[in-house]
């Protein structure tokens, strides 16, 4: 027996697997890929994913956030402000719509309005996109494609690190990103993947991304936009049909009706919100050296979807030859693709990642495995498995950054420094910790995890000190962690955040009268990390500031006014 492995390795080191061996591989891979998502055993794997996932996340909890500290407060105090029951748009400025905020706010309630219900709304919207996304993919493509699908597609979403950064830098800041795209993958995979069997009487699937674009509207405007530009772009390629648009149109109706109830119908104060917002992100856009950046940052994408589409091009064309004309359908959706990707980068300040353009690459090569195998039966090639390990290589690492993370999380939570970590001094904030690490928006090289917190502990002695438990807190800085630190009522008016260039500029910006409401008490910074975004909005407010308040006290950081 020995004999014949040593003299089968030596035929195989000389000359290579014969054919009869390199026929059986390749006929196990082409059953493989043949296999169809619909499958219920395949289902039932997908669903297992998501909710292993799923309880990884809920387990691990909040991780530390070693990068952009600041940002998890601009959606908190919008989270907190709609638990309370004030409605987006229509009691606050607002540049996201109510839907990220009924995520959080869900997991707050489940939480008694502790800081980890972020991690309870993560997984509850992790649950509903995870069956969501396995009802659209399962049908459109083969269960190796669907599989990776359905784990890129979660692991996305449930990722504990801001898009675009590396995934040893936790952080809960910009989920609503990662939500965006996640919604917006199941737009992709519904209008450009093709049904494996004979469609039923009815497309559901059209309902799917009316509902979907529906959420993008009433979330972020940047995502329905690019979202709505894909969906006309699939249209006028043909392919979608008629019917699929009659059903998309429902769903999105069905959503904007309940939106629009909830937002007692004062659409124009919703539309108000977004034009303040559009036209104060115009600033973003004169970056040229941005924009080349953003481009070689992602040029391994780029060139593997291009690849891909004129490989399907050449595929549908029957010969190499017979190119002309090149911009056919599937160079056409891969542009299509890359740019929504690269639009959505820029408008999110986003450093790297083409996640759409990831979707696209496992779309055309499940749609290139079908038809190759098809058309070689019974002759073997080895053109299909070295696509299927193109897109392996592709989406592999987005799954493996956020395995690496969940695994720093498992580390750090057995830390010792633990004890002296930066934290906040409020009860629903205690278990939020801020790792000290470099952090790009304010150039601290160290310590800026106390930093940010001394910060904000400051302010709240200052508040605690010269206010009463029900005076309404504005805060005339980036953002408002006060009220909900304090678990104190809302202001009504204000914003859950100030960005400039990002939601508020001198020119475009809610009026004094709104950003100061009917606030009891003022607090701005006196040595601001942001002092663009606190000089703008003095020099907006300052004759009415005048008019209402009057100085009460002042910290080491901060300055309080309070109601004359």
């Known amino acids: 027996m020995n004999e014949n492995l040593a003299r089968s390795f030596r035929r195989w080191f000389d000359h290579g697997p014969d054919d009869s061996t390199l ?188 509902i979907a674009l529906g959420c993008l509207l009433f979330m972020k405007a940047n995502f329905f936009a690019v979202g709505a530009v894909i969906t006309a772009g699939a249209y006028v390629l043909r392919v979608r049909t008629l019917r699929h648009a009659v059903f998309a149109v429902a769903g999105w109706l069905v959503v904007f009706c309940v939106i629009a109830s909830y937002l007692h119908w004062d659409l124009l104060a919703f539309w108000k919100d977004l034009r303040t917002a559009a036209g104060a992100r115009q600033t973003r856009f004169h970056e040229i050296r941005d924009s080349v950046r953003t481009a070689f940052r992602n040029v391994t994408a780029v060139v593997a979807v291009l690849g891909l589409a004129t490989v399907a091009l050449f595929r549908r064309k029957g010969a190499v030859l017979r190119v002309l004309p090149c911009l056919k359908q599937p160079l056409l959706i891969a542009i299509l693709i890359l740019a929504a990707d690269f639009v959505l980068s820029l408008s999110n300040q986003q450093r790297f990642g083409f996640p759409l353009t990831i979707i696209a690459i496992m779309l055309f090569v499940d749609q290139l495995c079908r038809t190759g195998i098809e058309s070689h039966a019974p002759e073997r090639s080895t053109a299909e498995p070295a696509l299927v390990l193109v897109m392996i290589a592709m989406v592999l690492p987005f799954i493996m950054d956020t395995v690496n993370a969940w695994a720093i999380q498992v580390t750090m939570r057995q830390n010792t420094v633990l004890a002296t970590a930066a934290r906040i001094n409020a009860a629903p904030l205690v278990d939020l910790v801020f790792d000290d690490h470099s952090d790009p928006v304010w150039g601290q090289s160290e310590a800026n995890g106390h930093i940010l917190t001394s910060h904000i502990n400051d302010g709240l002695q200052l508040i605690r000190a010269n206010s009463g438990a029900n005076d309404r807190i504005a805060c005339l800085c980036y953002d408002n962690p006060f009220p909900y630190a304090l678990l104190r009522p809302p202001m009504e008016g204000g914003a859950a955040f100030y960005d400039y260039g990002t939601n508020f500029t001198e020119r475009f910006a809610p009026s004094a009268d709104r950003i100061l409401g009917n606030a009891d008490v003022v607090v701005y910074p006196k040595t601001e990390l942001d002092s663009l975004n606190v000089s703008t909005l003095l020099k907006i407010c300052h004759n009415l500031l005048s008019q209402r308040y009057h100085p009460v006290a002042e910290s080491r950081d901060w300055i309080l006014l309070k109601k004359n």
């Open 23 to 210: 026929d059986r591989v390749y006929r196990l891979f082409s059953s493989a890929m043949q296999v169809p998502g619909a499958r219920w055993p395949v289902a039932a794997i997908a669903l297992l994913i998501v909710f292993v996932s799923c309880a990884i996340t809920w387990r691990l909890g909040l991780p530390h956030t070693s990068i952009y500290g600041h940002d998890i407060f601009t959606f908190l105090d919008g989270t907190w402000r709609v638990s309370q029951g004030q409605i987006p748009h229509i009691d606050f400025y607002s540049a996201f719509g109510p839907i990220f905020y009924f995520m959080q706010a869900a997991g707050l309630l489940l939480a008694h309005y502790h800081i980890e219900g972020l991690v309870y709304g993560t997984v509850l919207a992790g649950l509903v996109l995870g069956v969501w996304g396995i009802a659209v993919i399962r049908a459109r493509l083969n269960a190796v494609a669907g599989l990776f699908a359905v784990a890129f597609l979660i692991l996305f979403w449930l990722a504990p690190f801001p898009l675009g950064e590396p995934y040893y830098l936790p952080s809960f800041a910009m989920q609503y990103n990662r939500l965006g795209y996640t919604i917006l993958f199941l737009v992709v995979v519904e209008l450009f993947g093709k049904i494996r069997e004979e469609p039923a009487r009815f497309d559901w699937g059209g309902l799917s991304t009316g």
